[in-house]
């Protein structure tokens, strides 16, 4: 089952957002996340909101995109009720799920709708997740001709045995022909990989990054693998199945991610996440992690308007029937107050390589600094040029970095 949604206050019918969103959204970016919730076959290490039935409980796959189409109609309604003006989206994403299991004419038409809806900036990034047997040309070009500008391949290893383990599907060999054909249709390409599988040996973690720099991609994702409590992966290994994925490997894993992709020419800029060059960054996600505006389509997706958050409900069958009976989705929503937004952007703003003014930090975290740079996970010199930047080994424990900032 995928995991549970966070319990806060009751989002009202109508959506309608409090008056302080509007203050509080003046001049920030505007993204669209649209979720797709499909997937052929679950792989057996995911928890995202995901279903592989075509009909679930009477919803049908094939009116999902006019229910998304629907949410976004009441999205613009209820920004214009709190009187937020229209922003042209500065990015879109369709996450999922797989967004590609769809038929382009789908993601078009949400695309569209978006576009006729809030327009985009000149020179927007529109991306689509994808897995890497679900597109092929054609797919791609209609794509393009949509106006999405990337695609991000979810190839998770070259070797067959690791993929075997994470139950990934797709034929490794596809990857040279997905990453050419996206190329062919004119979008970037970006690349998923998951190290620290169960029985992935160092040598078959650089055998992947290999292949994955092989393909020349635009922009690169690596993951360590997080064992998701509710998945079949951590079912077998808590009977003993497979093994528990070593820490101290995961760690030499990263660091020789970190290494070959730099003198491959992939500059880091957040924990996960290496680009070719800056204008090769995920726009998209960077706004998440600076606090940008981003409404979030469709079952269980997450929004951020002016420091109020909230989420959708997560089944698809639930979702239709609210979107059918005219209702907002959301299930539930927090106001963030001054000092939870504070704490959430340290939190966030440490993850990413400008990291943030030592200034924002209450008196406790700046007290902290001194320890984290005699740990060396945070860089001196920055330190003293008054900002928090993690050396290496601070993005490796980038979360116990935060809790000390926070505490
Ligand atoms: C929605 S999926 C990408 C698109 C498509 N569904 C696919 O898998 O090819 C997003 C990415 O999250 C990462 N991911 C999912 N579950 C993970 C886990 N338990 N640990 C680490 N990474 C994970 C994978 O790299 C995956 O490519
Ligand atoms: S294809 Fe992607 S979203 Fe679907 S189950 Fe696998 S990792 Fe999760």
Same mark, same amino acid.
């Given at each position: 089952?995928?995991?549970? %949604?966070?319990?806060?206050?009751?989002?009202?019918?109508?959506?309608? !957002?409090?008056?302080?969103?509007? %203050?509080?959204?003046?001049?920030?970016?505007?993204?669209?996340?649209?979720?797709?919730?499909?997937?052929?076959?679950?792989?057996?290490?995911?928890?995202?909101?995901?279903?592989?039935?075509?009909?679930?409980?009477?919803?049908?796959?094939?009116?999902?995109?006019?229910?998304?189409?629907?949410?976004?109609?009441?999205?613009?309604?209820?920004?214009?009720?709190?009187?937020?003006?229209?922003?042209?989206?500065?990015?879109?994403?369709?996450?999922?799920?797989?967004?590609?299991?769809?038929?382009?004419?789908?993601?078009?038409?949400? !695309?569209?709708?978006?576009?006729?809806?809030?327009?985009?900036?000149?020179?927007?990034?529109?991306?689509?997740?994808?897995?890497?047997?679900?597109?092929?040309?054609?797919?791609?070009?209609?794509?393009? @001709?949509?106006?999405?500008?990337?695609?991000?391949?979810?190839?998770?290893?070259?070797?067959?045995?690791?993929?075997?383990? !994470?139950?990934?599907?797709?034929?490794?060999?596809?990857?040279?022909?997905?990453?050419?054909?996206?190329? @062919?249709?004119?979008?970037?390409?970006?690349?998923?990989?998951?190290?620290?599988?169960?029985?992935?040996?160092?040598?078959?973690?650089?055998?992947?990054?290999?292949?994955? !720099?092989?393909?020349?991609?635009?922009?690169?994702?690596?993951?360590?693998?997080?064992?998701?409590?509710?998945?079949?992966?951590?079912?077998?290994?808590?009977?003993?199945?497979?093994?528990?994925?070593?820490?101290?490997?995961?760690?030499?894993?990263?660091?020789?991610?970190?290494?070959?992709?730099?003198?491959?020419?992939?500059?880091?800029?957040?924990?996960?996440?290496?680009?070719?060059?800056?204008?090769?960054?995920?726009?998209?996600?960077?706004?998440?992690?600076?606090?940008?505006?981003?409404?979030?389509?469709?079952?269980?997706?997450?929004?951020?308007?002016?420091?109020?958050?909230?989420?959708?409900?997560?089944?698809?069958?639930?979702?239709?029937?609210?979107?059918?009976?005219?209702?907002?989705?959301?299930?539930?929503?927090?106001?963030?107050?001054?000092?939870?937004?504070?704490? @959430?952007?340290?939190?966030?703003?440490?993850?990413?390589?400008?990291?943030?003014?030592?200034?924002?930090?209450?008196?406790?975290?700046?007290?902290?600094?001194?320890?984290?740079? $005699?740990?060396?996970?945070?860089? $001196?010199?920055?330190?003293?040029?008054?900002?928090? @930047? %993690?050396?290496?080994?601070?993005?490796?424990?980038?979360?116990?970095?935060?809790?000390?900032?926070?505490?």
């Amino acid at each position: 089952m995928p995991s549970a %949604l966070p319990i806060a206050d009751p989002a009202p019918l109508d959506g309608a !957002l409090p008056a302080s969103a509007a %203050l509080a959204s003046v001049d920030r970016n505007f993204g669209v996340y649209l979720h797709v919730p499909f997937c052929r076959v679950r792989c057996g290490y995911c928890d995202f909101n995901t279903y592989t039935s075509d009909e679930l409980r009477g919803a049908k796959r094939t009116d999902y995109a006019g229910q998304a189409i629907t949410e976004i109609a009441l999205a613009d309604r209820v920004l214009h009720d709190a009187g937020i003006d229209r922003r042209p989206a500065s990015t879109v994403f369709f996450g999922g799920g797989t967004p590609t299991l769809l038929p382009a004419t789908d993601l078009t038409s949400m !695309l569209h709708a978006v576009v006729d809806t809030w327009g985009l900036q000149p020179d927007a990034e529109v991306t689509t997740e994808a897995n890497p047997d679900s597109v092929d040309l054609e797919y791609l070009l209609a794509l393009k @001709e949509a106006g999405f500008t990337r695609v991000s391949f979810g190839m998770q290893s070259a070797v067959p045995h690791v993929l075997a383990v !994470l139950e990934r599907t797709h034929d490794p060999a596809r990857i040279p022909l997905v990453v050419r054909w996206a190329r @062919e249709a004119g979008l970037q390409v970006s690349l998923d990989l998951i190290y620290g599988t169960p029985g992935e040996s160092f040598e078959d973690w650089s055998a992947s990054l290999d292949q994955a !720099l092989a393909q020349q991609p635009d922009h690169i994702s690596a993951y360590a693998l997080i064992i998701e409590d509710g998945t079949k992966l951590a079912a077998q290994i808590r009977r003993g199945e497979v093994a528990m994925p070593d820490d101290d490997l995961q760690a030499d894993m990263y660091e020789l991610a970190d290494a070959r992709l730099a003198a491959a020419g992939y500059e880091w800029y957040e924990v996960s996440n290496w680009a070719r060059g800056a204008q090769f960054r995920s726009d998209h996600n960077l706004g998440y992690w600076v606090g940008h505006d981003w409404w979030g389509i469709g079952p269980g997706a997450h929004s951020h308007v002016g420091g109020v958050r909230w989420w959708n409900v997560k089944h698809p069958a639930a979702y239709a029937d609210r979107i059918a009976a005219g209702h907002s989705p959301a299930a539930g929503r927090e106001t963030l107050d001054a000092e939870t937004r504070r704490v @959430e952007s340290v939190l966030l703003r440490t993850r990413v390589r400008e990291g943030f003014p030592i200034g924002e930090l209450a008196s406790s975290g700046r007290t902290a600094v001194a320890g984290l740079i $005699a740990d060396e996970l945070v860089d $001196a010199r920055a330190a003293l040029a008054g900002r928090i @930047e %993690l050396t290496l080994r601070g993005r490796l424990l980038a979360d116990a970095v935060v809790r000390r900032l926070t505490d």
